[in-house]
């Protein structure tokens, strides 16, 4: 049965798309079956894996409005081991859709139980907001992972995110859990990225990653060439990183 984890954080340019494409391809290359659930209307982590976002017929849009089955969704083996549910600008309207719908906090969820016995990882890319997408994404995880950037606000909406998760974990999905907390964008350079770093430390009883992901110019150059960093420059700092998160992951 797969472990599903949603990676969020309400603030933008964490490293949430960054992290779902390429954690996601760093446990599939480590030989485990993987699902990625695109839930961002901005549809990055889709067109990352050099996926046509805007020529798709069926996306997670035209899934939860009922349109179509998640076996109907799901592009099978973009890469090896790793399959995607895609996602669009279609999707940014299906907030308003949902208005007056019955259980609309389960609709992922009840279309993940589907699938979820064929995958030991799926991996859920959060829109940067609270909405109601990302309500749809914690319900159906097991834990949330948190990129946390290392630069001077990092901490701010740290406490909101966690409040969020509380509540979804009392209100919707007891068996909701944090998953941790995983430090992108540091900058060896400066003093600012350590001091974060240790402020987060200080103030957070939440697991923390002993992965850092650096500050990597390949890791920015990836999407535009439609790949994750391990298949892009499987050398780069990039690429170690995320391995070994990888690795903490699955273990």
């Known amino acids: 049965m797969g472990k599903i984890i949603a990676i969020a954080n309400q603030k933008g340019g ?11 391809a760093c446990i599939a290359a480590r030989g485990k079956k993987v699902l990625v659930i695109d839930i961002d209307p901005q549809g990055n982590t889709t067109s990352g894996y050099g996926i046509e976002k805007n020529e798709i017929d069926n996306t997670i849009y035209e899934l939860i409005l009922g349109d179509c089955s998640i076996e109907d969704c799901i592009l ?57 997408l990302t309500v749809n ?30 509540l979804i974990k009392e209100r919707l999905n007891p068996e909701l859990d ?14 600012l990225s350590a001091q974060v770093v240790d402020n ?9 990653y002993k992965t850092i992901i650096p500050r990597n110019i390949r890791l920015a150059e990836a999407p535009s060439y439609g790949k994750p960093i391990n298949l892009y420059d499987p050398k780069s700092a990039g690429a170690e990183s995320y391995m070994a998160l990888a690795d903490e992951v699955i273990g």
């Open 76 to 132: 099978k083996e973009v890469i090896p081991n790793v399959s995607i549910l895609p996602s669009n600008v279609n999707l940014a309207a299906a907030e308003i859709e949902l208005i007056g719908i019955e259980k609309k906090e389960y609709i992922l969820k009840n279309e993940v139980d589907w699938v979820k016995d064929k995958y030991d990882f799926i991996i859920i890319d959060c829109p940067p907001s609270l909405s109601l």
């Open 14 to 24: 964490v490293g949430k798309t960054t992290t779902s494409i390429n954690l996601s």
């Open 178 to 191: 944090m998953e941790g907390v995983v430090f992108t964008m540091y900058d060896s350079r400066t003093n």
């Open 137 to 166: 994404a914690m319900t159906a995880a097991d834990s949330v992972l948190v990129p946390i950037q290392c630069e001077y606000y990092a901490l701010e909406g740290l406490s909101q995110l966690i409040h969020t998760v509380n």
């Open 200 to 208: 987060v430390k200080e103030h957070l009883s939440q697991k923390i």
